[in-house]
């Protein structure tokens, strides 16, 4: 299994922990999560309700819009999963991990799909903003298109801040001797692109990255078995539950529920279940508090959730 650094502690296999310090002590490569809430963030702007009204009385902490990053410290590269409106500062809390900074030009940049906490961060390597330079930015055809086609994307194209690479489904793009990302789609509202969630692959061990998917059982895949075949699994975790948008049909925004996910999963070997942890909660979500004891369910049922800063060594 994927071993992880959580904050600043580095839990070792025996249990013992030891101080992290910055920089140090990291593995050649890594995936850091700079990341976990749904497209619009916590708190979510207009939103009244006690789940965002804890942020501002100082009793929870902001948390950005789901992202990784793929660290390679020896080549001295890393590649993001995701430009969140987060971007600015999920790259400066990135800097602490990097071999060599500061380094706020990814050496590429994977997008899922086109709704906003997925490639509107784009937007802060346009002239307005990094005046970046040929960023290799992988997206599916649709989305390509979608980029190149509608402003203000098309600029960032025009002025060469990103350059655009297609991916196929299915087909890995080969980032270094021991290290591709493979596109796998999956079902999802599909108006200005398709969906597809990340395979990272690292020598013999694999990461599944699926922040959006509507329903398992609308998957071509057997998810149950395809689960199986990866030493880590972040998965689709939206809404905790039916019922969670009150006076709104959540058929509207489709996601497998956390407790159907649970239930569904349930069947998998212990050793299976801890490697999938929850990611992408909406602002309603229970398990984007710091505490709460639907977090202490799906823990004790054996899954994980997804903690910004975690660090997992593949």
């Not at 809390?93 to 990814?106: E, G, I, R, T």
């Amino acid at each position: 299994m994927a071993v992880l650094i959580c904050a600043a502690l580095l839990n070792l296999r025996s249990g013992r922990q030891k101080t992290l310090v910055p920089g140090m002590g990291l593995p050649d490569f890594f995936v850091v999560v700079l990341g976990i809430a749904q497209d619009a963030g916590y708190p979510q702007a207009g939103c009244e309700k006690e789940c965002c009204a804890v942020y501002w009385k100082g009793k929870e902490d902001k948390k950005l819009v789901t992202s990784l990053a793929l660290v390679d410290r020896e080549a001295g590269k890393y590649w993001l999963i995701e430009a969140t409106p987060d971007i600015g500062l999920q790259l400066k809390n990135l800097q602490q991990y990097l071999p060599a900074a500061p380094d706020y030009s990814p050496d590429g940049i994977f997008i899922s799909h086109a709704h906003t906490g997925h490639y509107t961060g784009l937007m802060e390597f346009g002239r307005e903003a990094m005046g970046a330079k040929n960023i290799p930015v992988y997206a599916m055809p649709r989305l390509d298109t979608f980029l190149r086609s509608n402003g203000p994307w098309s600029q960032l194209v025009g002025l060469a801040n990103i350059r655009l690479q297609t991916m196929q489904e299915d087909s890995a793009v080969r980032l270094s001797a021991s290290l591709s990302v493979i596109p796998v789609r999956v079902p999802h509202r599909d108006e200005y692109s398709e969906t597809v969630g990340f395979r990272v692959i690292h020598g013999t061990r694999k990461l599944l990255f699926i922040p959006d998917i509507d329903k398992w059982e609308l998957w071509s895949k057997n998810s149950t078995e395809y689960l199986k075949e990866y030493d880590y699994i972040l998965i689709d975790g939206t809404f905790y539950k039916n019922g969670e948008l009150p006076g709104r049909d959540m058929r509207e925004v489709p996601h497998p529920f956390v407790e159907e996910s649970v239930r569904l999963f349930s069947v998998l070997p212990d050793s299976v279940k801890a490697k999938i942890h929850f990611i992408h909660f909406n602002h309603t979500n229970p398990l984007l508090k710091k505490k709460s004891d639907d977090k202490d369910r799906v823990k004790a049922a054996g899954f994980g959730v997804a903690e910004e800063g975690m660090i997992i060594t593949l």
